[in-house]
């Protein structure tokens, strides 16, 4: 599903990744563990697109991601990747579900259809009793599962997600770890997952450590 070779990236005279090689299959869950500094987070950010590398390659479900222009590689972000960053990114003027539909609008797919979608997600992860509610009047665990369940809406090969359950409580960290393995299990999606919880990364099928900028 991932296949990174050589992938470099410095940040003016910082080299922060020195050449990493990176072999994800489908339906694997990957924890992704190190200091801060490590090279972690741009690490996640260039498999997920979100970010170039200065070299080195990089195949997503066997497309050569880094030749692709800025608008394609939007297009193709939009269909293929989801992500869950540690804070929600919920937009607070808009309703759990409106929230959750976003990327299908994005993706120009028809209103009705995307509509009932996020709502069947949300009702998947437990919040079918609150599609109307803004993001101001759900938990912090509650918030996290709606950028959950936007994540998903275009049924994306890979989730990648940075430090997810970093900005819950230990209760909310537990209940988002174990609802990730059973996505993983129920829709056999690839997990990438940046963090310090050490919990969820012995949990994962490969822990993998960055120190320096390699994977050790």
Request: hydrophobic share 40%; glycine share 10%.
């Amino acid at each position: 599903m991932i296949q990174a070779s050589g992938i470099q990236k410095a940040y003016r005279q910082l080299q922060v990744l020195k050449g990493v090689d990176l072999s994800i299959g489908k339906g694997e869950f990957v924890s992704i563990v190190g200091k801060s500094g490590a090279g972690k987070s741009t690490l996640l950010h260039i498999l997920g697109t979100l970010d170039r590398p200065d070299s080195g390659e990089l195949l997503i479900n066997d497309t050569a991601v880094e030749k692709m222009g800025t608008k394609k590689l939007a297009a193709f972000r939009n269909l293929n990747i989801g992500f869950v960053f540690q804070f929600h990114h919920l937009l607070p003027e808009f309703s759990a579900v409106e929230n959750v539909l976003m990327p299908a609008l994005i993706a120009k797919k028809p209103e009705g259809e995307a509509r009932k979608r996020a709502g069947e997600l949300l009702d998947y992860l437990g919040l079918s009793d609150r599609l109307q509610h803004k993001p101001g009047q759900l938990s912090g665990g509650e918030q996290q599962r709606v950028a959950v369940a936007r994540a998903l809406m275009n049924q994306p090969g890979i989730v990648f997600a940075d430090e997810p359950s970093g900005n819950l409580d230990s209760s909310s960290s537990q209940e988002l770890h174990q609802l990730l393995f059973k996505l993983r299990d129920d829709f056999r999606q690839t997990f990438v997952i940046v963090t310090h919880n050490e919990e969820l990364a012995q949990m994962s099928d490969r822990r993998l450590e960055m120190k320096d900028g390699l994977i050790s």
